[in-house]
């Protein structure tokens, strides 16, 4: 038998989980809780925060290889003989500055105090002012890569992070040897190489294959410091997603419990990463990771550009493929805005009767209503629009309430209005000549709301494949360790291989109903133009709102 480990890090905690190599079987998992999990108000010596700061502290990566893996090989008597290789996966963009040694510049007693010193977490917003002078030089400079990220950079992604970081501690920014992604320091620790990934590089620090990284020319014009931002902080090989990073070194392999040498594959992310999971490598395949919010991940043949998608890398999820990303900001959080603000406290005495969870009730009243028998339409805008708009003003709205509206139907119109968004997306790339035939899901909702599922095949007219795993990053990652040992150390030859013996998606997949996708038609060309007429600046009135939101004083009676 020959096994090879998957680490998911996400945003609270990292997960481990042994595979079996021959078919993707998992036969255990460790989960470790970052200790010092999200730092959104205070540093471990009690330094207070600013607003909109989340970051992480790198001790806790390498706490969660040190404490899993020996615990999953005890737990499942596997031996570290049999472990043949090792991948991961990480929430993006996630990033830290380090010394030329790969030191964080958090570990040096002197920085400890500093914000600027620990990780960036992918939901640090205090960047906002920085990304959008950079969307406005990148706009003024008619800079090409705009238009291969929707027309915007987030404030979550790279040169908005390093630019923050430049301005408010400029002796950081000078010590510091390279910013690297966190999936890249990890793979860095474990093999004792600095690498980075195409798929961070691409999606997150606005790299292309042919053409690089942005100008010095536009760094200059962001800020004389950032001149070197390129050419010294993202020093590193750009390594395709698929190939090895390097071997596991002897002093890591003694502090987790594997056999020094054993293949590490390149640095991945969470979205990108579950692809070949549910077994796709080819172009059409869309898959959706649904949860507190959804990414869309697609492969196509050729680079196209697509109207609000959040960016298209060339062997940024498949090697020799370009992999595009959109995503949805909200959407399992919709569900859990209903329960904490909709629902009254006879469902919860309801639910606990029935001994099932708040969302199981909500789902199975909303499952016993028609489509279109609650005459509600809303926009999925909770927390903004993020494909095919890129708008992070815009905010919900729901149409057609009345005395007798009811939590159910205000659960299921939610459900309802992210399939919508999930056709808009679908549509946009469509009509972008970037095909669309098939249709995949993983994530809690995927796997938890089988209501949710059917409303999505209707909705799209397609039939809906779910992930038949659990733990889908894991297994993704666990794939490309087992691609990274090779054939000839007991893995597999390439990622298309390993995906047609190891991913999997579940037996019975959803199929649509030909009476409720009449119905969502009818209703998806009112979203539409509801869309259209709110998002697309023909009534700007939810910014208005939010205009006049910001400029309002409370009233304390
Ligand atoms: N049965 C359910 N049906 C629909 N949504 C649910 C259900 N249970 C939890 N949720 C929502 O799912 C989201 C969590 O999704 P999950 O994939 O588990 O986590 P994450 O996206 O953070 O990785 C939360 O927003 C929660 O409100
Ligand atoms: O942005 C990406 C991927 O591109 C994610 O890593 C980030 O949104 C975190 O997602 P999760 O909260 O882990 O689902």
């Not at 990890?186 to 999606?203: H, K």
């Not at 509206?405 to 919508?420: G, S």
């Amino acid at each position: 038998m020959t096994y090879t480990i998957g680490v998911d890090y996400g945003t609270l905690s990292g997960r481990a989980v042994l595979v079996d190599v021959t078919n993707g079987r998992e036969v255990g998992s460790e989960l470790l809780a970052y200790p010092h999990g999200v730092m959104d108000s205070t540093l471990p010596d009690g330094t207070a925060l600013g607003h909109d700061v989340a970051l992480q502290h790198p001790q806790d990566y390498l706490d969660v290889l040190s404490h899993t893996i020996p615990k999953l090989l005890q737990k499942t008597e596997v031996s570290a003989e049999d472990v043949i290789g090792l991948g991961i996966d990480f929430t993006a963009c996630t990033i830290l500055p380090v010394d030329d040694h790969g030191k964080p510049l958090c570990f040096y007693e002197e920085h400890a105090s500093r914000s600027h010193s620990y990780v960036k977490l992918w939901k640090h917003h205090a960047a906002q002012d920085k990304a959008n002078q950079l969307n406005d030089v990148a706009e003024q400079r008619g800079e090409v890569f705009l238009q291969r990220y929707g027309g915007k950079i987030s404030s979550e992604w790279f040169f908005p992070k390093i630019w923050e970081l430049a301005e408010e501690a400029p002796d950081l920014y000078d010590q510091m040897d390279v910013m690297v992604e966190a999936t890249d320091w990890v793979i860095w620790q474990l093999t004792g190489t600095l690498t980075r990934n195409a798929c961070t590089a691409g999606y997150k620090a606005i790299w292309h294959k042919q053409e690089g990284f942005p100008s010095e020319e536009f760094l200059k014009a962001l800020s004389p410091k950032l001149v070197n931002a390129v050419s010294e902080k993202l020093r590193g090989p750009i390594l395709p997603i698929g190939e090895k990073a390097g071997e596991l070194t002897p002093e890591m392999a003694e502090k987790i419990g594997l056999s020094p040498g054993i293949a590490i594959a390149v640095g991945n992310v969470d979205a990108h990463v579950s692809v070949p999971a549910v077994g796709i490598t080819e172009p059409g395949k869309m898959l959706a990771i649904i949860g507190t919010s959804t990414c869309h991940i697609l492969l196509g043949t050729e680079e196209q550009i697509v109207p609000g998608m959040c960016g298209v890398v060339e062997d940024g999820v498949l090697p020799g493929l370009y992999g595009y990303e959109a995503g949805q900001s909200c959407v399992g959080d919709h569900f859990n805005w209903v329960v904490e603000t909709c629902t009254p406290a006879s469902y919860f005495e309801e639910a606990a009767l029935e001994g099932i969870d708040i969302h199981e009730l909500l789902t199975k009243k909303a499952a016993a209503l028609a489509p279109g028998e609650s005459g509600l339409l809303a926009l999925d805008w909770w927390n903004g629009n993020r494909s095919t708009l890129v708008d992070v003003d815009l905010t919900g709205m729901i149409l057609g309430m009345t005395l007798q509206t009811k939590p159910e139907e205000i659960y299921r119109a939610l459900i309802e209005a992210t399939a919508f968004g999930t056709r808009t997306i679908i549509e946009a790339f469509r009509t972008s000549n970037v095909p669309v035939d098939e249709f995949y899901a993983a994530g809690g909702i995927a796997e938890k709301n089988a209501l949710a599922m059917q409303i999505y095949a209707d909705v799209l007219n397609m039939e809906i494949k779910i992930s038949a795993s659990s733990q889908t990053p894991a297994l993704g990652a666990a794939m490309f360790g087992a691609v990274a040992a090779g054939k000839d150390g007991g893995g597999y030859e390439n990622i298309h291989n390993a995906a047609a013996a190891m991913g999997k998606t579940k037996p019975d997949p959803y199929q649509p109903h030909a009476s409720a996708v009449d119905v969502y038609d009818a209703l998806y060309k009112e979203y539409s133009s509801l869309y259209d007429y709110f998002g697309r600046g023909e009534n700007d009135v939810m910014k208005r709102l939010k205009h006049l939101k910001s400029k309002s004083t409370p009233v304390h009676v």
